[in-house]
């Protein structure tokens, strides 16, 4: 089973930037597509974006398309998600998790999850 950890999150004005950083333990995720997620107290988890396992192909939630980049090392076991241009409304948990389903981004069909790490961005 692997275990995911994520950090990076943080208080930030808006307008600045971010870089959050998923890392796996326990067994590689190389092979595993990787998704970010986010949620905020009473609602849903959000997709933000994903990564196939070889990077070639990613996904990116219509809040976050132009602003954020997912990218992944996978030798270093470890996916990153790059976020810019930070809104007030970009606050919330960010998760990350292992995909179960290619193709789908819905929460269901992830896996894996991380605890979470804050992202707080002022106004």
């Known amino acids: 089973q692997v275990q995911l950890v994520e950090s990076g999150g943080g208080l930030v004005q808006a307008g600045g930037s971010l870089r959050l950083s998923c890392a796996a333990s326990?067994?590689?995720?190389?092979?595993?597509?990787v998704g970010w997620f986010r949620q905020t107290p009473g609602k849903e988890r959000d997709f933000v974006a994903a990564?196939?396992?070889?990077?070639?192909?990613?996904w990116y939630g219509d809040s976050v398309k132009g602003r954020c980049t997912i990218s992944r090392d996978n030798a270093k076991n470890t996916v990153y998600l790059q976020m810019n241009s930070l809104k007030p409304e970009d606050t919330a948990v960010y998760y990350c998790a292992v995909g179960l389903r290619f193709g789908s981004i819905s929460p269901t069909d992830f896996g894996s999850w991380g605890q979470g790490t804050q992202v707080t961005v002022s106004s």
């Open positions: 990564i196939s396992w070889s990077g070639g192909s990613k």
């Open positions: 326990g067994r590689t995720f190389s092979s595993s597509l």
